[in-house]
């Protein structure tokens, strides 16, 4: 069992950043690959980026490629979700999620894998 808290969500302008964080409690954070989802108004949870339990190998929706980056430190228990360069495309609640499934560099990008989640973060970009 984990239990998962994100923080770091606001309201930027269009073109700023923010650095999202979710703190993992319970047991073995670092045997759980995890991953960030988002879910704007109206639409279905979608994938954002993931990393794998060790943090080797990662994946990044098309959309955010090249301006998010997800990183873990697993000595902190802490998954971490950079974004730059943001547009208000990218306004919606942001979750953490984490899965046992796979192996040390197995990244998971299916949202029904994954088993924990948080409760999200709001994040707002205005135009």
């Known amino acids: 069992q984990v239990q998962l808290v994100e923080s770091g969500g606001g309201l930027v302008q269009a073109g700023g950043s923010l650095r999202l964080s979710c703190a993992a409690s319970?047991?073995?954070?670092?045997?759980?690959?995890m991953g960030w989802f988002r879910q704007a108004p109206g639409k279905e949870r979608e994938f954002v980026a993931v990393?794998?339990?060790?943090?080797?190998?990662?994946d990044y929706a098309v959309p955010v490629k090249g301006r998010f980056t997800i990183s873990r430190d697993n000595a902190k228990n802490t998954v971490f979700l950079q974004m730059n360069t943001l547009n208000a495309e990218d306004t919606a609640v942001y979750y953490c999620?984490?899965?046992?499934?796979?192996?040390?560099?197995?990244?998971?990008?299916?949202?029904?894998?994954?088993?924990?989640w948080g409760q999200g973060t709001q994040v707002t970009v205005s135009s």
């Open positions: 319970g047991r073995s954070f670092s045997s759980y690959a």
């Open positions: 990393i794998s339990r060790t943090g080797g190998s990662t």
């Open positions: 999620a984490a899965t046992p499934r796979g192996g040390r560099n197995t990244i998971v990008v299916d949202p029904t894998q994954y088993n924990f």
